[in-house]
């Protein structure tokens, strides 16, 4: 699991139904709309202090930014299942 995405689309998620706009967010929680993009895109590695920051912006909590969702593929189906080798 990858979980800068997984933060990504989590915080893109909770901060859309909040009513956000990267630039309107970005003023509220003193972070850049770059940063919010790249955010969003699985680009940033946030620290424990940034999402916390983030997540009071957003009136959530630190934990529903990493809570595993159900659009991350399984990391078993990323991988080839081998063949069995019966004889």
């Not at 990858?2 to 956000?20: C, E, H, I, Q, S």
């Not at 509220?28 to 955010?39: E, F, H, K, P, R």
């Amino acid at each position: 699991m990858d979980m800068r995405r997984l933060v990504g689309r989590n915080f893109a998620r909770l901060r859309l139904a909040k009513g956000f706009t990267q630039e309107r967010f970005a003023e509220v929680s003193g972070v850049t709309q770059q940063y919010v993009s790249g955010l969003e895109r699985g680009k940033r590695n946030p620290t424990v202090v940034t999402l916390y920051h983030i997540a009071t912006a957003l009136g959530v909590t630190p934990v529903e930014l990493v809570m595993p969702d159900n659009e991350a593929p399984r990391e078993s189906a990323k991988t080839p299942k081998r063949k069995s080798r019966r004889k």
